[in-house]
Nanobody, 116 residues
Framework: QVQLVESGGGLVQAGGSLRLSCARSGRTGTNYDMGWFRQAPGKEREFLATLSWGLGTPYYADSVKGRFTISRDSVKNTMYLQLNNLKPEDTAVYYC?????????WGQGTQVTVSS
């Protein structure tokens, strides 16, 4: 059973940067996608970015294209999300995601708070 553990969130001023990490365990192979979502208070969970683990090919939501960068380190079994030029509206809990056996798998989330 795959497990995902996020880290790297915190409090940052507007214009600042953070790098989130998602450590993956319990999965072998490369033929699957992993991605990042976020959920702000009172809002639905929002897709941010995804990549194919084998090829590393990224895909971004228009809302974060040019500010956020998704990447992975296959040796460390870790996915990253670099957040640049953060805005107060980026405040949310950030989750990493994958699918296994047709089911969604989520990490516990990491809080990002951007002050103005």
């Amino acid at each position: 059973q795959v497990q995902l553990v996020e880290s790297g969130g915190g409090l940052v001023q507007a214009g600042g940067s953070l790098r989130l990490s998602c450590a993956r365990s319990g999965r072998t192979g490369t033929n699957y996608d992993m991605g990042w979502f976020r959920q702000a208070p009172g809002k639905e969970r929002e897709f941010l970015a995804t990549l194919s683990w084998g090829l590393g090919t990224p895909y971004y939501a228009d809302s974060v294209k040019g500010r956020f960068t998704i990447s992975r380190d296959s040796v460390k079994n870790t996915m990253y999300l670099q957040l640049n030029n953060l805005k107060p509206e980026d405040t949310a809990v950030y989750y990493c995601h994958t699918r296994q056996g047709g089911a969604d798998v989520w990490g516990q989330g990491t809080q990002v708070t951007v002050s103005s």
